[in-house]
C-alpha cells in the first residue's frame, strides 16, 4: 500500500516520497513537475489552476507522462489552490496522464475516491 504524502507544496516531497501518493496543492504547471520528478511519486496530484495560460496549469501532466510518471490535477474550482487538505477533502479531478489511468485514475473522481481506489488496488 502506497504511503499517503499530503503536501501544500510539491517541494515539500524528498527522495524519501518516492512511490508515494502525493497530495499536493501546487499548480499544475511545469516548475511543479519537475520537484514531482524528483522525488518520483506512484502519483502526483496538483491543482489546474484553471488551465492558465496556454493551459500552463497542466503541463505538469504531459512533462511526467514523458517521464513515465503519474499525474492528475483538481479542478480550481473543487479546491483552494495551495492547500493540499483542501484537494483531499473536496477535489475533482479534471485532468490525467496516461500513467495515471493506468492506475485506473478517471476524470471526475472526487480526489478522496482516487486515493482510496490507488490505496487498495
Known amino acids: 500500500m502506497?504511503?499517503?504524502?499530503?503536501?501544500?507544496?510539491i517541494?515539500?516531497?524528498?527522495a524519501g516520497d518516492a512511490d508515494c501518493i502525493a497530495v499536493s496543492g501546487s499548480h499544475g504547471g511545469l516548475s511543479s513537475a519537475r520537484y514531482a520528478l524528483a522525488a518520483k511519486p506512484l502519483l502526483s496530484v496538483f491543482n489546474d489552476a484553471g488551465g492558465g495560460m496556454d493551459n500552463a496549469g497542466l503541463a505538469a501532466l504531459n512533462y511526467l507522462q514523458s517521464h513515465g510518471l503519474a499525474a492528475c490535477v483538481v479542478a480550481h474550482s473543487s479546491a483552494r489552490i495551495g492547500e493540499a487538505r483542501s484537494s483531499l477533502?473536496?477535489?475533482?479531478?479534471?485532468g490525467i496522464n496516461g500513467a495515471a489511468s493506468v492506475l485506473g485514475v478517471q476524470a471526475g473522481w472526487t480526489c478522496q475516491q482516487m486515493v482510496d481506489f490507488i490505496s487498495n488496488s
Not at 502506497?2 to 507544496?9: A, C, F, G, K, M
Not at 517541494?11 to 524528498?14: I, Y
Open 2 to 9: 502506497p504511503v499517503l504524502r499530503i503536501v501544500d507544496s
Open 89 to 94: 477533502a473536496t477535489g475533482v479531478v479534471s
Open 11 to 14: 517541494t515539500e516531497l524528498n
